[in-house]
């Protein structure tokens, strides 16, 4: 499966600010993903990192607020914009591979604390 | 659209006993089904899953699944738990059919499964 790291791992951050979180994959991968998890919920896709075009987003989720960018076939990047306390989650990369068989593989998750 | 139920919050189970957790399934093409595991302050990691082929798969760590097309199920089973094994569980589907018709990964509330020694 692909190693994917994501940047930071944790992080606190204060209302009214926004933060980039970032993902590497070590091998190209054809479809990037940006899922949520709230505090003792289940996870929800917010959108699709498409490879140089605009993010695909899912109901609920809007670009202005979650800006994704994705330069190559390894790196994409999920900005939380404008935070605040409800945006406290983890920020899941995931990537599906040509190899993977229609698996979807998961960073560890970027943990945010809105305060 | 897919979507998943896993019926239990909780599933208890002692060490040494077998365990289940349980999946239901809706989707409107043929289903991919995954299972994953959260262990605490961890991310998602890949269990196993169904694509085609025979319905019992078998995946990591000793955990199998059955696909039952008619019940619309895909249960975790486990023959012999093990306290290592406590951890959240989540039930996933995608719809065979491709981007065009929506293909997410779609996951299940999740099932914290508690292996007690």
């Known amino acids: 499966s692909a190693v994917i790291s994501q940047k930071p791992s944790r992080d606190i951050c204060q209302r009214g600010t926004s933060l980039t979180i970032q993902c590497q994959v070590d091998?190209?991968?054809?479809?990037m993903f940006w899922y949520r998890q709230q505090p003792g919920q289940s996870l929800t896709l917010i959108a699709t990192a498409n490879q140089g075009s605009e993010a695909t987003y899912e109901s609920g989720f809007v670009i202005d607020k979650f800006p994704i960018s994705r330069p190559n076939l390894t790196f994409s990047t999920l900005t939380v914009s404008n935070m605040s306390p409800e945006d406290s989650s983890i920020y899941l990369c995931?990537?599906?591979?040509?190899?993977?068989?229609?698996?979807?593989?998961f960073g560890e998750g970027s943990w945010l604390t809105v305060v | 659209a897919q979507s998943v139920a896993q019926p239990e919050d909780q599933v208890n189970v002692a060490e040494g006993n077998p365990l289940t957790v349980k999946c239901t399934y809706s989707?409107?093409?043929?289903?991919?089904l995954f299972w994953y595991v959260q262990y605490p302050n961890r991310g998602l990691q890949f269990l196993l899953k169904y694509i085609t082929g025979d319905n019992l798969v078998k995946g990591s760590y000793g955990f199998e699944a059955e696909f039952n097309k008619s019940q619309t199920s895909f249960h975790l089973k486990k023959p012999s738990a093990l306290v290592s094994d406590s951890a959240l569980y989540f039930c996933a589907v995608r719809d065979s059919r491709g981007r065009e018709y929506g293909n997410k990964l779609v996951f299940g509330a999740g099932t914290i499964l508690r292996v007690k020694s």
């Open positions: 995931s990537v599906e591979a040509g190899y993977s068989g229609n698996t979807i593989y």
């Open positions: 989707v409107s093409g043929n289903p991919y």
């Open positions: 091998s190209q991968v054809t479809m």
